[in-house]
Nanobody
Framework: QVQLVESGGGLAQAGGSLKLSCKGV???????????IGWYRQAPGSEREQVAT???????NYAESVKDRFTISRDNSRKTAYLQMNSLKPEDTAAYYC??????????WGQGTQVTVSS
């Protein structure tokens, strides 16, 4: 069973940066490489929303609210995906979750990491 472990959350000031990591634990490379990795976030009282995704072919997509501020990347040799968050805003405050989707549609979620941006 694949386990996704997020890290890198914390407290940042508005305008600051944080980098989140999502490591696929117990995932072999041949399993991890073709998957689509996504970062989602959920603020209190709000629905979970997609922030960014990156396919196995390294094609990235972003929500409009984070374009030009966040960058998603992946290092398949480390079975890890990243979310570099720059120019943070208080409205970026949320629990951030890593998601992995296999080509046959299986979905895995991490436990989440909290990001808090102060004004």
């Amino acid at each position: 069973q694949v386990q996704l472990v997020e890290s890198g959350g914390g407290l940042a000031q508005a305008g600051g940066s944080l980098k989140l990591s999502c490591k696929g634990v117990r995932a072999i490379t041949s399993f991890f490489n073709p998957t689509t990795i996504g970062w989602y976030r959920q603020a209190p009282g709000s629905e979970r929303e997609q922030v960014a995704t990156i396919t196995g072919d390294f094609i990235a997509n972003y929500a409009e609210s984070v374009k030009d501020r966040f960058t998603i990347s992946r290092d398949n040799s480390r079975k890890t995906a990243y979310l570099q968050m720059n120019s943070l805003k208080p409205e970026d405050t949320a629990a951030y979750y890593c998601n992995l989707v296999t080509r046959d549609g299986r979905t895995f979620w991490g436990q989440g990491t909290q990001v808090t941006v102060s004004s």
